[in-house]
């Protein structure tokens, strides 16, 4: 066998001449007659290039292509290839089989019914409770709501604004409010009022100049929106069928924006104030105004002392005004806070303050009113 890695070229193995080298016996082969026989031809040999003739046209396209190896027209340029095969065509979609109509759904409220309805008749039994037994009790429940209320909004208003109403004199001046409202009548509430507005200038004298203005007129806001509001149910308590006309105020309000939701939710189409509050609608607005002043006609008749069914039409027509109006003026604090609900005390109402939303200006209203028709005895 050759050793050699690559082969010996035919031939390599003869002396010159023909002739085995010496001193072997091997038989020399003949050599082939015609031209002189190169022994290394078959180490120089090269295909020659196939040059195109500029006369002929090219019928296989372009030279750059043949030269990459550009598979001719008519069958592969090998063996081993396969020419391209054209994609079969994509069989045509099935018909889609028709869909069941989806069944309509159900509005659903934006809050748990569940959880509210319970708090609700919860804290309905601790006010009639403390209403018609002890008339102070009472009283306190209403500075507890006013003392939370006004934490829920000093603190919305640092966490979303960085505005800092000191919490302290608010509390004290609130709670001042309300009792000097309840044994001073209205005189009494305005001067707790301005105190309490003086105890704010003052407080924020100890912290350092920057924000003063804004913290003293938020405070100042605050006392006037949460505590001395609220002293108007104070003043329909000192009356002698206080706990009815506290009662009524109650009922009105609750009536109202139960009769708004219900109407509003199975009816409601048209926005009554979507840049404000995207929920409320126009027929909400109606089913409040019907809703109270069938109410607002039964409480005058028959809990308030001298009242008549179309005075309770006119107060419930206010109450269903009041009361909208107090939502949506607090819809417009907590977007420009961008907050939904001002507290999570509440499951299923929010916070304090969102309960009292439409209560606080209802309150005004209900004892002028009432003031009007029946007097403040």
Known sequence: MNDSPWGAPPGAGLAAGGRPPSGEGSVPEPVPAGPAYDATAGQHTRPMPIVPDPHVPDRFGDQEARDQGAARPGGPPFRDETPPQEPMPSPPPAPEAPQAPQPPQKKRAGR??????????????VIFASLFIVKEVF???VVVAVVVGLWELTSRLTERKEIKAPLVPLAVGGAAMIVAGYVRGAEGAWVAM?????AVLVWRMTEPPEGYLKDVTAGIFAAFYVPFLATFVALLLTADDGPQRVVTFLVLTVVSDTGAYAVGWRFGKHKLAPRISPGKTREGLFGAVAFAMVAGALCMEFLIDGGAWWQGLVLGLAVAVSATLGDLGESMIKRDLGIKDMGTLLPGHGGIMDRLDSLLPTAPVVWLLLAVFVGTG
């Open 112 to 125: 748990d019914l569940r959880a509210a309805i319970g708090v609700g008749v919860g804290l309905g039994a």
């Open 139 to 141: 009283l306190g429940v």
């Open 194 to 198: 301005a105190l309490t507005a003086l």
